[in-house]
């Protein structure tokens, strides 16, 4: 058995290991130089949509699947009709526009932020009248860790925001006071079996994860969300690992967006849950038996953005994961996953490494 993997990032990577402990090969395409996944695999060098590479990976492979959604969904399609392939394209393509992903929201009755269309300075005029302030200005395509934001607080903001931008297609987003943000993450086979993980409790700082704690201990949090991952996984025919993101607000929740693959928030799972969500993703389009999604006490996992401490090297607690990608500004290099019998120890755990990390940052 073979899978071809578009993409060969970290979470290439982390679905690479994953698969060697199943016994299967990968083999990537990724247009970078030493990419963190040619550790676990052969890369062929090239653009993501470059069609030769992506009839190679299809008569050379038993299913194909990517690692990051803006994978163009044209290129998805010319190789599907040779190779399954996983997630399904439409799941993408509702994945890679804001628009389509919140009418998706709509139509499958999962609560959500309001939101307008902004085609102009005039439209934000008038989202900010419907929807009122803050409001999120966000570009519908190619927008990721809080990229293509704007924040408008007051009037005055509308023409920054026009001028940072104007030019893409965008739309307004009512601005969520949230309590807390989680993700659901769920994972449906071929068959069509479904396995949900416990919720995680995410922390983003200017739209980047940096922390996230499972379990959640809100169990009618739990059930609502799992029971939104099904609907989408059920509507889109879907095959693989999904990721939900959702708002907690008074008790309840409200979607944010959701990713057509492994997920940064799921990364606690190699260590804190029975299977991984790279096993599970693996496990899905390979149409085996999905695993068991039951949490192994306490798991945290703390992101490491654009340097890895020496300190954080010899930490006592936790297991370090280091993509072996060049240190910038911004960059996810890597993360450390802690595990605990209980919240609070859990909870103590991340705030010291958390701590560390940023004190040496
Ligand atoms: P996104 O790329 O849309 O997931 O946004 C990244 C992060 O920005 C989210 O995880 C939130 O922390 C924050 N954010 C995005 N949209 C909103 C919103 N409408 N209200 C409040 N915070 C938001």
Request: proline fraction near 7%; hydrophobic fraction near 35%; charge should be positive.
């Given at each position: 058995m073979r899978i071809g993997i578009i993409g060969a990032g970290q979470l290439g990577q982390m679905l690479g290991y994953a698969a060697r402990n199943l016994g299967v090969n990968c083999r990537f395409v990724d247009p970078s130089d030493a990419p963190p996944a040619a550790d676990v695999g052969e890369v062929i060098q090239r653009p993501f949509d470059d069609a030769s590479a992506l009839a190679e990976l299809a008569s050379t492979?038993?299913?194909?699947?990517?690692?990051?959604?803006?994978?163009?969904?044209?290129?998805?399609?010319?190789?599907?009709?040779?190779?399954?392939?996983?997630?399904?394209a439409a799941a993408l393509r509702h994945a890679q526009d804001r628009l389509d992903e919140k009418r998706l929201f709509d139509q499958l009755d999962i609560p959500l932020p309001g939101y307008r269309t902004i085609d102009s300075r005039e439209d934000i005029a008038t989202a900010i009248d419907q929807l009122g302030l803050p409001l999120v200005i966000?570009?519908?395509?190619?927008?990721?860790?809080?990229k293509g934001q704007f924040i408008i607080r007051e009037r005055d903001d509308v023409d920054s925001a026009w001028k940072s931008l104007g030019g893409n297609s965008l739309i307004a987003e009512q601005w969520v006071n949230f309590d807390y943000e989680v993700s659901a993450i769920?994972?449906?086979?071929?068959?069509?079996?479904?396995?949900i993980y416990p919720l995680s409790r995410n922390v983003h700082e200017d739209g980047i994860l940096r922390t996230s704690r499972s379990p959640v201990d809100a169990p009618h949090l739990a059930d609502r969300a799992e029971t939104y991952v099904r609907r989408l996984l059920g509507h889109l025919d879907y095959v693989g690992v999904l990721a939900l993101e959702l708002f907690v607000c008074d008790n309840d929740l409200m979607a944010n967006e959701f990713a057509p693959r492994v997920h940064n928030s799921g990364h606690w799972t190699i260590e804190g849950a029975a299977t991984?969500?790279?096993?599970?993703?693996?496990?899905?389009?390979?149409?085996?038996?999905?695993?068991?999604?039951?949490?192994?006490?306490?798991?945290?996992?703390?992101?490491?953005?654009?340097?890895?401490?020496?300190?954080?090297?010899?930490?006592?607690?936790?297991?370090?994961?280091?993509?072996?990608?060049?240190?910038?500004?911004?960059?996810?290099?890597g993360h450390i996953t802690v595990t605990a019998e209980t919240a609070a120890g859990c909870d103590a755990l991340v705030d010291i490494i958390s701590r560390s990390v940023n004190q040496s940052a």
């Open positions: 492979c038993d299913v194909v699947t990517y690692e990051f959604e803006n994978v163009p969904v044209a290129a998805l399609r010319r190789i599907e009709g040779k190779v399954p392939v996983y997630p399904p966000k570009t519908r395509r190619l927008g990721y860790d809080g769920g994972a449906r086979n071929v068959a069509g079996d479904i396995v991984s969500q790279f096993e599970n993703h693996l496990r899905a389009i390979m149409n085996k038996p999905l695993g068991s999604t039951a949490s192994l006490g306490h798991a945290g996992m703390i992101n490491l953005i654009g340097d890895i401490p020496d300190a954080v090297r010899s930490l006592e607690q936790g297991v370090l994961h280091d993509y072996g990608k060049a240190a910038r500004p911004g960059r996810k290099l």
